[in-house]
């Protein structure tokens, strides 16, 4: 595929979603364009505001939490994954207002709670810590939330 073709490409995708730089670069990659040509892409997207990093984690983060209750840590992971400096991953984590973070986790938990058949205490709360921890929480806000939820059992 040629630079023009490449880019008009590109700039559409990236004028219809939020899409980092790690991403379009793939997606350049499957079409074949060369690693020279590849930057220039990139650049010029970044010049006209096609891609924006750090939109598209605030984006990211707000979709991940909102939409598939992921926690913190899941999507720290994934967006590192992405290539995505630290310091614009942990400006966009701050958008996560703490009681919603809690109230996610708490409404997480008792939906699981509700599907554990073992009646063994340990056996719950374990059960119910490995699945908040698999979504990307963190043990600090895991721990008080499975125990309050236990106690009014």
């Known amino acids: 595929m040629d630079y023009n073709t490449a880019l008009r490409k590109a700039s559409s995708l990236c004028s219809r979603q939020e899409f980092c730089c790690s991403e379009i670069k793939k997606k350049l990659e499957n079409w074949e364009v ?3 040509q ?3 892409i990139i650049s010029v997207l970044i010049q006209e505001k096609f891609i924006d990093e750090s939109r598209f984690a605030m984006a990211y983060v707000r ?4 939409f598939n209750k992921w926690g913190r840590h ?4 994934q967006l590192k994954q992405k290539a995505i400096p630290d310091e614009i991953i942990n400006n966009a984590l701050t958008q996560i ?8 986790l708490t409404s997480l938990i008792k939906s699981k709670l509700k599907q554990i058949q073992n009646r063994d ?3 719950q709360k374990a059960a119910l810590i490995r699945n908040a921890t698999s979504k990307g929480f963190e043990m600090d806000v895991i721990i008080p939330v499975v125990e309050q939820l236990l106690l009014k059992k």
């Open 34 to 36: 060369t690693s020279s």
């Open 74 to 77: 899941k999507i720290r992971w």
């Open 38 to 40: 590849q930057e220039k």
């Open 121 to 123: 205490i340990q056996k």
């Open 63 to 66: 979709d991940k939490f909102r």
């Open 97 to 104: 207002e703490e009681e919603e973070y809690k109230q996610t």
